[in-house]
Structures are given as C-alpha cells and as structure tokens.
C-alpha cells in the first residue's frame, strides 16, 4: 500500500491516524505486550468516527445522550486510549498510556468499564461487545420514546473484528438487531483477513456483508483507509432505518514489516521495524511524544461536543419536574420511594394468604406490583415467557412499531440476551431482567460472568431449577449451576422458598448497583414458609433462623428454595421425637458470607449437627456444614450427586433421596 500517497492526499488527517499507531506502537513496545495491529489498521476509520460524528464532551464522560463507541475487538485497546488521551478525557493521561497493561493502570489490558468513565463497555472475550452493542441501542429507543428526541437521540457505534463475526453470540445479535430494526446502530467490520492463526480462510468462507443484509441490515463496503469514503458511509449509515455495517477493508499493522500478517495481530516490539514503520508515517518524535500541533488539533474535537452538550442541558430542563427526577433518579440507579412499601405489602398479604404457588410465579407476582411503578425495567424472555413468568400486562412488546413496549421476545438466543441486558444495564438508565432455564444459564454464562466483572445489576431469572420440573428430564434439569454462579465472585444467587423471600430476592436485585443477581425459581408449587409477616427484609442477611427448636438444640436443618419445606416437615418429626431442630432458611449464600461473625454465629453456633438439603450438588455447601464452627463428623448433606432423570416431580425427589425422611435418617445417623 502506497503511505505516501495516502499521506500526501489528507496530510491533516494523516497525522492524527499516525497519532494513534504511534502511540500504539510506544505503549505495546514499553509493555513487551499486546495487540498492536488492530489500533495501526483501523486508526484512519476511528479518526473520522471523533473528528466528523461521534458526539461527546471530553470533559462529561456521563453525558446521558452522547453516542456510544465499543470496541468489541477488545484486544486492541490502544485504539480506545490513545482517542481518549488525545481528545483529552483526563482519566487517561500520558501516564496511563506509559503504564498500558501495567499494576494499577487504568488501560488495562482489555477495557474494563469501571477502571475509567470513558469506557462504554469491558471487551475482550470477542463477540461480547457487539452483543453489548444491541442492548445499548435498545436502551436508546426505549429512552427515546418515554422522554422524547429532544433528551434522547444517539448512535451506538461498534468496532469488531473477524473474531467478533466469527463467535456464535455475534449471530444472535445481529439477527436481533435487525428484527428490531435498531437504526441507530453502526457497526464497522475490520475487515482485515488475519486471524492468530493465519489468514480468515483457513477457518472460515462466510460472506460477510451476505450475512448481515440477510438478516436485515443495511451493508456498505468501503476503503478503510479513505477518509473521504469512511465519512461518507458514516454518514449513509446514520440516515438509514435498519442498522448498518460498514465493511471496512483495511491493512492490518499498517505500514509495519509486519502488514497483512498473523504476527502483525500481536506485540509489535522490534526496535528497527518499529522506527521503520514511524518513518513511513512521517513521525519524527521520540517515544510517546505527539507533534503539539496534532495534539491540539485532537483536543479541539474533545472540546468540539461542549456546545451540543450545553444544548442538551437547556432542552433537558425544559422536561416538567417530574420527567427530570425520573431520568435523573433512574440513570442514579435509585429505586423509587414507593419500592419498599409495595415490597412490605406485597409480603404481608401473602404471609396472610399463604397461597401454594410455584417461586416463578411468585416472581410474577412482584414484577406485576414493581413494573407499574419502575419505568426503566425491561424484561423479556428467550422464548420462554409462559414458563419463565416474566412478563406483566402493563409492559407492552418492545417492535419497531412500538418502541415504547418494555419487553423483548429474544427468540433462542439465551447468551445474545445476556449481552444485551448487560449493554442496556451500562448504557444506564434501564434495570434489564430477562428469563429462561437454570440449565441454560450454561449458553449465557459468558455474558453472566462479564456482567459480575463489570459491576453491573443485571438481573438473570432462572426456573426449573432443580429436579423438581420433572419430566422433561437430566437435559433440563440443573444439578451444577447453581454451584458454578455462587462460585463466581461478585454475584448474588437467591434461591428463594416461597413468594416472601421471592419479593425480598427481587427488592434487592432492583436496589443493587454493583452486583448482578440470579434469580432461581421452581416449576413447582411451593408452600408458603413465612407465616409470621416481618417488615424487615431477612433475604438481606442472606440466611436466618425459620424455625427454632422447641426443647434442647441438636440438628440444624440448612435448606434452600424448594427444600425449606421439607426441612420444615423433617423437623416436624423429630421435634416429635424429642429432638430439638432448628430450620434455617439459606435465600443467599453470598450475602449470609458478608454478615459480620457475630451474626453467623446466632443463626450457625457450635455444637448441633448440621445437615445441608439442597437438590443440587454439594459444592459450595462445605463452608457452612464443615466450617463456621461445624465439624464434619457432625454434618451431612441431602442433594444430587449425579444428573437427573426423567420423571414427575414427586417420584424424582423420593428416587434421588431429597425428602424428609432421608433428612430425619441422616439426623439420626449423625446424632449416633
């Protein structure tokens, strides 16, 4: 490719592309580590995104209606720091460019959103930013509709790579986008053919623009090293209707030794062919130093939003009082006032009903009560709705033509909904919740793990969690997955026994700012457990004492979910027996592990058995049997150790041993 003449033909734009391969190519030399390829390539399409569309304020990362950029192409994160060192976002200074992929840097390795404002989203694990890209434009339409053009109205623009395209989460996202018709949506392919292992054809054959217009896309191909072309398929794309690709044919590492190569994709860090390919941009400064001219000139298209931003200020205010607290109470991600009390009534009148519901439908329940008076939640389902109880009537169906509707039917594509919701949760201002099968948290748990990284309050609502949904048998049945969301950090799991608990599980889920929830919930009809209405919210320990033992303390039953009733049954039996039980109720591990010692140690003292029940496997339960004061001679567990099979639901629980009567055995077995 002819540089000269590329430099020679737009030498203004020129030098602000070379601004970021060099920088690139510093960062990646002084860290020993990296991707400098991708940021050399597509340098000249990032350039014309900043200077000529993208609406921001350097100085008002927050802004709520500035365009959103993603880089899903994560790996190569020189390209977002060095546009927000250039344009002058002061989280990232030169410091932070010297100190890429360093201890305590904020330009982490791959972006991480909570390391600086200025980063929309954390990508990395590819596919997972054009996933989040989705949810983001969502959030955008909604908004739009309930506050008007005038407050709302932004693009979200996305870069991904072949890796994006490749990964299967891509597929059910651009579907959906396109279903959605969400044309506030950019997307540029970095259409390089390099891949670690070679060239893209080694693995792949897909046509690419082939794909995306099949499933409802507007498609333009360019140059992606014509600034004049790029500028004028930006623009195309934002007067269409439909989302758009912008296939972008570039140069991986672009005027390196390494160009159009596998190894142009990693760190670049060879001394000569690093000054080599600086000469062939015509940059003459020393390391990590830009001409202050070229500095200046990215500066100003930093500033150049300041003005747009005022605007939106002064429109803002024109919204009446109420409008303004709304918007402003839901992008705080504050609950409103009236959240508590509809939870506290909502709870007393089913401790005084004591209605035999299954937790799914409990949590139906609450969503009919939360949903009238939380505008900013969006639900929906992965074509499970009637089975995952998660739409109230009140909502409408979020299409094309009715872009007020807050829920989304997201089709089969479990891992694709757990993305969006992650985007619209960053892109603030929404509460997103949507529904399928415990088992299937296994095709949404990349975006389930990212979501608990990027500190976001996605709330994920999982039924049919155990063997208790019965004859559809080991396939849908989970026995592990519950142990595999408690072992990820910063999540909280609720297993809730009845419609109470249920409506604590979720009043908390909704006031979370940092932590996302699952929600694990039954097909079947549980019994009501707490009878005895209590204004303050128990679920918030995480564990508590149900039900205290009548005479001298010797079992403590553990239960979760569907098995507190049969530890309430167990103990039934053998307080009739003369043998005092204590049933403590386990809605959420993690937040009965944050309690302070003083507290564990009423609801967990020294001395009795303890016997966890629980129709899952035993991972996770050990700290609370064997440790906090217990001892394993004196513990047992009732629960799976192998897959499900397929039967009803009363027959599974005898066969797999999780009644009562295993629990009062294994009491007796212990007590010697």
């Known amino acids: 490719m002819d540089l000269n003449a590329l430099r020679s033909k737009n030498p203004d734009h020129w030098s602000k592309a070379a601004a970021i391969r060099a920088l690139t190519l510093d960062a990646v030399h002084a860290a020993s580590s990296g991707h400098s390829g991708m940021p050399m390539g597509m340098a000249d399409v990032a350039t014309v995104l900043f200077e000529k569309h993208l609406k921001f304020d350097a100085a008002a990362p927050n802004w709520p209606d500035r365009d959103r950029f993603i880089l899903s192409a994560g790996h190569g994160s020189m390209l977002l720091y060095s546009l927000l060192y250039l344009t002058g976002y002061s989280e990232i200074t030169l410091d932070e460019i010297k100190n890429f992929r360093q201890w305590g840097a904020k330009t982490a390795g791959h972006p991480e959103n909570f390391l600086a404002e200025a980063i929309e989203t954390t990508t990395g694990p590819l596919g997972q930013g054009i996933a989040n890209s989705v949810g983001f434009a969502i959030a955008e339409e909604v908004q739009r509709a309930q506050y008007g053009r005038k407050v709302v109205d932004h693009h979200t623009y996305v870069i991904a790579g072949d890796g ?61 090293h014509d600034p004049e072309a790029i500028d004028a398929a930006i623009t195309k794309a934002k007067s269409s209707r439909k989302p758009s690709m912008i296939a972008c044919k570039t140069h991986i590492a672009l005027g390196h030794a390494a160009q159009d190569t596998s190894k142009g994709h990693g760190a670049l860090t060879d001394a000569e062919q690093m000054a080599a390919a600086k000469s062939a941009y015509g940059w003459t400064t020393g390391p990590f130093e830009v001409p202050a001219e070229t500095k200046s000139a990215w500066e100003e298209i930093g500033k150049r939003g300041a003005s747009a931003h005022a605007e939106w200020k002064e429109r803002f205010s024109a919204l009446s009082e109420r409008k303004q607290n709304e918007f402003n109470r839901a992008y705080a991600g504050e609950a409103p006032k009236k959240l508590s009390a509809t939870i506290k009534a909502l709870k007393k009148q089913t401790s005084e009903t004591a209605p035999k519901v299954a937790t799914r439908a409990s949590s139906e329940h609450v969503l009919e009560v939360v949903n009238p008076i939380m505008s900013e939640t969006l639900g929906g389902s992965a074509d499970l ?18 872009r007020k509707g807050r829920y989304i039917h997201y089709g089969i594509r479990e891992h694709g909904m757990a993305s969006a919701m992650n985007g619209m949760a960053l892109h603030g201002g929404i509460r997103p919740y949507g529904g399928t099968f415990m088992c299937f948290t296994d095709y949404a748990r990349p975006a389930m793990r990212l979501a608990a990284l990027m500190k976001v309050p996605t709330v994920f609502v999982m039924t049919h969690d155990s063997i208790g949904l019965g004859e559809d048998g080991p396939t849908h049945q989970p026995v592990e997955h519950l142990a595999i969301s408690r072992a990820t950090p910063n999540t909280w799991v609720f297993r809730p026994a009845d419609t109470v608990e249920t409506a604590e599980a979720w009043e908390l889920a909704l006031t979370s700012t940092k932590t996302p929830s699952v929600l694990s919930l039954t097909r079947q009809g549980l019994p009501t457990v707490r009878l005895e209405h209590k204004q303050k919210n128990l679920t918030a320990q995480g564990a508590y004492v149900l039900a205290e033992a009548t005479g001298k303390r010797q079992v403590i039953l553990i239960a979760t979910g569907s098995e507190v009733s049969i530890a309430l049954e167990a103990r039934k039996t053998l307080e009739e027996q003369g043998i005092g039980t204590r049933v403590v109720s386990m809605p959420c591990m993690e937040l009965f592990a944050a309690q302070d010692e003083s507290y564990r140690r009423k609801v967990l003292p020294a001395g009795p058995i303890r016997i966890g029940i629980e129709a899952a496997v035993r991972q996770g339960w050990d700290r609370w049997l064997l440790g906090e004061r217990g001892r394993e001679q004196k513990a047992g567990f009732i629960g799976m150790d192998s897959f499900g099979a397929s039967a009803p639901a009363d027959v599974l629980f005898e066969k797999f041993g999780i009644t009562a009567e295993a629990t009062v055995a294994k009491a007796k077995e212990l007590l010697g």
Request: include cysteine; charged fraction near 20%.
């Open 385 to 402: 709705t009637g089975s995952n109880n998660t739409k109230t009537g009140d909502l409408g169906v979020f299409l094309p033509e009715n």
């Open 164 to 224: 994006c395209l490749m990964e299967g989460v891509s597929q059910e996202a651009i579907t959906l986008a396109g279903r959605l018709e969400l044309g506030k949506l950019i997307v540029f392919w970095d259409n390089n053919n390099i891949t670690i292992d070679g060239t893209v054809d080694i693995a792949d054959a897909t046509d690419q623009p082939a794909r995306f217009k099949a499933s409802g896309w507007q498609v333009i191909e360019i140059d992606g």
